[in-house]
């Protein structure tokens, strides 16, 4: 079989055999891979005049709902992922963690995407700025879509989620995608680019693929263009180091594998809770695809006094381990993804073995697998005799089944050796002792992209040391390559560009179609409460009639809401406070100003769903009068759902001013309103 490329909205399979890929169990041949043929210039061309405009003319809803078609289509069809993957040295569970994680990125993005984001194409970042004096000039951060390729370059360990993780960003951006896998895994995300395809939901130009070589790919990235990298950093290195990149400006983000620590806490006993925790997840990053993941922990640091019970505790894990083929009953552990990569991780465990000493190398139980024909690598523990002076533990990663022990003596020492390794993707601390936790953020934040804290509180909930989550963010500092990907919606910026936008507030809000302070507001033709989300325009506004207020006001709200606080009850108390004399109560306020906009009748407005941004400005005092302004700042639709009234969202900015018009709170409510049927 030859693995096929995908280029302008077509499949191509190339002229020549290319390389050969082989099942990392057996050896037979599976596929060949080449990339000969393809005209790169002609496929950035056709992402950038075809894929980009029609993702750019999309909203950020719509672009969320395409996700979710997307991971629904994988979802729906993963078990296709998981036999290709078996092919990759990848068990069951190492399939999961790659498909699953891989379809559960998209769908997170999807529902963020949904609940975080506009139904617009452009992105407010931040709050307004006033410029002047008078307010007339202002200033406002916006994120639009970048007008150019995402090309993704991939390594062989995770071949769906290392792809649907970036996709998942640069889609909801509004950026087409070039994606490149490597090749000894490429058959699989080959699989998954088809199946993704098949969902019809992708517009043309958004996706390409190219299976094999890049060929003169880079000579034809452009100043719009982003190029993000998975992998060695030494290839990360010459990647990034491409003329045309830094001609053009060119972003560039890398995420590189690196030496992970995890750490036993000096308070943690053997046989506590938290002992077991940390002898799991370090057995786990050993295990999970063979150790072949960028987030495995590689140096784990042990006071020592527990080396010999923590050494002790891990060889039995890998006694206990059947490995062998995958899918075979009761295998947990595949081989490495092919014989190059047994013979690269067998050099680093050389070098380690040079300066470090080797506790354990051994398969344990060797299940329905032949050692010489597949690429089966032993579990090895090493232990670094004298980890503050020899280098090569923070130096050389083995990227396998390896792991080495560092002991220390006390936490100056640990923190000293964690940093030895000059940046890494992700490390992981075992302690009951939260002040432990607090110095290792100090100590080490700075040279990490994650910390995991786990303890007998949160072990049971953990999603584990090597799993990084959507929500979070990806990368690390240092040899990690000091990229940055996902965390939640910080993943979108590497695809858009930041404007700073000036004018008049009115003029801002026009480009926003979000109501900014100090812009035109017009008087809504009928009470806003009586109107549909589809009658309601942004900069609709209701002032309501006064209300003044009285002592008999503070006292029965006090009475109501058991709020006895001496500055609205004691006379005496409150004359010697910062406010003087007796103030109401703000919730009151907020009541007050409620009463005074709201429309008792039923109508459209269906419930009140949220309140935000309070800000008591000044106090109010009994005599003084309060009025209230309901203006539209934004409204958000939302996605109908069978047998329920289409509906929205409409964010309303409330003003309360006094009888001497200074603003005394500010607030935005949320309301879900009917929209025309």
């Known amino acids: 079989m030859r693995v096929r490329s995908y280029a302008t909205d077509a499949w191509h399979t190339s002229s020549d055999e290319g390389r050969p890929v082989h099942d990392a169990t057996s050896g037979e041949l599976v596929a060949t891979v080449s990339s000969t043929g393809l005209d790169f210039a002609r496929m950035l061309a056709h992402a950038r005049r075809v894929g980009g405009p029609t993702l750019r003319g999309m909203t950020f809803h719509q672009r969320a709902a395409m996700l979710k078609g997307v991971a629904k289509a994988l979802s729906d069809r993963k078990q296709e992922l998981y036999e290709a993957s078996f092919t990759t040295g990848a068990t069951k569970t190492d399939a999961w963690v790659d498909v699953d994680g891989g379809f559960g990125a998209l769908f997170v993005y999807a529902s963020k995407g949904r609940r975080e984001l506009p139904d617009d194409l452009l992105l407010l970042d931040g709050d307004l700025e006033r410029l002047s004096k008078s307010g007339a000039f202002a200033g406002h951060h916006v994120q639009v879509s970048r007008q150019g390729v995402a090309v993704h370059i991939n390594a062989f360990n995770f071949p769906v989620w290392g792809m649907t993780e970036k996709l998942a960003c640069t ?125 495995a922990i590689r140096r784990t640091l042990v006071p020592r006094t527990r080396l010999d019970e923590v050494a002790d505790a891990l060889k039995a894990v890998f006694e206990a381990t059947p490995v062998g083929r995958p899918g075979a009953q009761g295998v947990k552990m595949g081989p490495l993804v092919g014989l190059d990569q047994r013979a690269e991780v067998q050099r680093a465990v050389d070098a380690l073995a040079a300066e470090n000493t080797v506790l354990y190398g051994s398969y344990g139980q060797l299940v329905d697998a032949d050692p010489e024909r597949g690429a089966f690598f032993p579990f090895t523990l090493l232990r670094a005799d004298d980890p503050l002076n020899h280098r090569t533990v923070h130096e050389v990663e083995a990227f396998g089944p390896v792991n080495t022990l560092l002991p ?79 965390g939640g919606m910080r993943g ?25 302070p100090g812009a035109a507001r017009h008087e809504a033709p009928k009470h806003p409460f009586r109107m549909t989300f589809d009658e309601i325009a942004v900069g609709d506004t209701l002032t309501t009639h006064r209300r003044t207020v009285t002592e008999a006001d503070v006292t029965n709200f006090a009475g109501i809401s058991g709020d006895f606080f001496y500055a609205h009850m004691d006379d005496v108390a409150a004359r010697e406070s910062i406010f003087e004399r007796r103030v109401a109560h703000g919730y009151f306020v907020l009541s007050a100003a409620a009463g005074l906009f709201v429309d008792p009748g039923v109508g459209p407005v269906l419930a009140n769903y949220g309140l935000e941004n309070l ?63």
């Open 171 to 295: 889609w909801l951006a509004g950026m087409p995608a070039v994606v490149k896998p490597a090749s000894a895994t490429s058959h699989v995300t080959a699989k998954a680019v088809e199946i993704m395809l098949d969902a019809g939901v992708l517009p043309p130009g958004a996706l390409q693929l190219v299976c094999g070589g890049v060929g003169d790919l880079f000579d034809h990235l452009r100043d719009q263009d982003v190029v993000t990298f998975t992998g060695s950093a030494v290839t990360g290195r010459k990647l990034k180091a491409h003329p045309g990149l830094a001609e053009h400006g060119v972003r560039f983000n890398m995420e590189a594998d690196s030496l992970n620590f995890s750490m036993l806490g000096p308070d943690v006993q053997p046989g506590s809770a938290t002992f077991d925790a940390f002898v799991r997840e370090v057995s786990n990053e050993m295990r999970i695809k063979t150790g072949q993941r960028c987030t």
């Open 615 to 677: 800000r008591f400005v000044q106090p109010v005092y009994p005599g003084d009068t309060i009025r209230a302004k309901l203006t539209c700042k934004r409204r958000i639709a939302k996605a109908p759902r069978p047998d329920e009234r289409p509906q929205g969202v409409v964010e309303w900015h409330v003003d309360v001013e006094n009888q001497d018009e200074a603003l005394v709170a500010t607030y935005t409510i949320l309301t879900l309103v009917a929209r025309d049927a």
């Open 492 to 516: 979108l910026s590497l695809y858009m560009q930041r404007t700073a936008v000036q004018g008049s507030p009115t003029t801002l809000t026009s480009v926003a179609r979000t109501w900014l």
């Open 408 to 486: 220390y003596d006390d936490l100056d020492t640990a923190w000293e050796l964690i940093r030895m390794g000059r940046g890494s993707l992700v490390g992981s601390v075992m302690t009951d002792d939260d002040a432990v936790a607090r110095q290792a953020v100090l100590q080490t934040a700075a040279y990490h992209g994650r910390l995991m804290f786990l303890n007998a509180d949160s072990q049971a909930d953990s999603t584990g040391h090597g799993s990084p989550m959507p929500h979070l963010v990806h990368g690390g500092p240092g040899r990690a390559g000091g990229g940055e990907e996902m």
